[in-house]
């Protein structure tokens, strides 16, 4: 049986802090919540809502019902999604509309859609009018364990991916998986790789539950998908809040995304971002084990622990072999990345098992060596 009590996680930060709501069945609660957050005299009497035209389609006339019979104006606007037009030119024609509507800084923007409408919506919401209220609401795993928390934003330029960007925090986040039952098939897999990689960072004995509910977790088994929702914001809040601008220790996230991203640019996006970052985690797994911890005091993951990553990744339904990029083009991708210092890449890697480190020493050939364990051709 669903249980009817959501969980709620709050987000303590020193300029703001907010809570990520997750449960069942929340999102016709928005407009409610939205009155506790703001309320008289500052309530707004209208509302903007950014979402992926498709999800629109499914959730946007419902919300907008909503939001009416509470007695919000709702102006929708919608955006065609992809990495590929995830860029300042996708959002310029959103901008002039939004600012003649007679917004203030206390309109909320309400952001609706998975990770790439998060990471736009919320750089919109960053730079009208020198920041908007920000209210995340995802509709796939990946944003609900990844984009919506943590208040980075950001849009793509020809130089690299999310080089353009803000951290602008949410005031709320309603995480609501009954909407996580729309999503295509295969799409539950993407959202895995992210959960895979928190368990790996923070909580070893989670890859064991994430194979046992693997099955219930693909089936959209509520229950399940609210508990590995929450304890997965649980784990990304508490890195968030001891370093809320990737000053340090929030750089542990990236465990797996410097070789997903190069992998993303060299593919020219034939990968999505949950393929990429399965096969990312497989390739820092090898080098973890290859050459994780002896420099850094701690002895790196045996051959069993790396292997119990890539073959969660695998049952997961990712990718984590057969890449067949060249290595010279995905190294080059790597210099781009922007957790590059002075030309030195700074890879996140495990010393142990839930005992991350950022290391700039690693040597080109052992980069190379993890490449090539995951099928980059030479």
């Known amino acids: ?59 946007g006339h419902a919300l907008e019902h909503a939001f009416a019979v509470a007695g919000f104006r709702m102006l929708v606007h919608t955006l065609t999604v992809s990495e590929e037009r995830k860029r300042i030119e996708t959002l ?21 859609g998975g990770g790439l409408t998060m990471d736009m919506a919320g750089f919109l919401a960053a730079i009208l009018l020198r920041g908007l209220p920000l209210i995340q609401v995802p509709t796939t795993l990946l944003a609900m364990v990844d984009a919506s928390v943590g208040g980075k934003t950001g ?9 353009l960007g803000a951290f602008h925090q949410p005031v709320h986040v309603m995480a609501d998986v009954d909407l996580l039952r729309t999503l295509p098939p295969g799409q539950m897999a993407e959202g895995l790789a992210e959960c895979i990689k928190h368990a790996a960072l ?7 539950w994430l194979r046992d509910n693997l099955a219930a977790i693909k089936g959209f088994h509520l229950d399940t998908l609210r508990d590995l929702v929450a304890w997965n914001v649980t784990i990304k809040a508490a890195i968030v809040q001891a370093d809320p601008t990737e000053q340090g220790i929030r750089a542990h996230l990236n465990l797996g ?31 973890s084990y290859k050459h994780g911890g002896a420099a850094a005091g ?18 997961a339904a990712l990718p984590t072999t057969n890449l067949k990029l060249p290595v010279t083009a995905l ?39 993890a490449w090539q364990s995951i099928g980059a051709t030479i």
Not at 299 to 313: E, F, N
């Open 155 to 163: 849009v793509n330029t020809a130089a690299g991916k999310n080089l």
């Open 202 to 208: 923070a909580d070893w004995s989670r890859l064991d």
């Open 331 to 369: 190294m080059a991708a790597m210099q781009h990345d922007k957790k590059t210092e002075a030309g030195r890449l700074r890879l996140i890697l495990l010393r142990a098992p839930a005992s991350p480190i950022i290391r700039s020493d690693i040597p080109a050939e052992l980069v190379i060596d």
């Open 1 to 59: 049986m669903n249980s009817p009590h959501p969980i709620n996680i709050p987000v303590s930060l020193a300029n703001r802090a907010y809570n990520v709501q997750v449960g069942v069945g929340l999102a016709a609660q928005l407009p409610q919540v939205l009155k506790q957050l703001f309320p008289p005299p500052h309530s707004p009497k209208q509302v903007i809502l950014v979402a992926d035209r498709h999800i629109a389609s499914l959730h």
């Open 257 to 287: 995304h410097t070789f997903a991203h190069a992998i993303e640019s060299v593919s020219g996006h034939r990968y999505s971002h949950g393929q990429a970052v399965g096969l990312g985690l497989a390739a820092a797994a090898h080098l």
């Open 92 to 112: 310029l024609p959103l901008i002039e509309p939004i600012l003649a509507s007679g917004i203030d800084r206390k309109t909320p923007l309400i952001a609706l």
């Open 298 to 315: 701690g002895t790196g993951l045996t051959y069993a622990q790396s292997r119990q990553i890539i073959d969660l990744v695998h049952a």
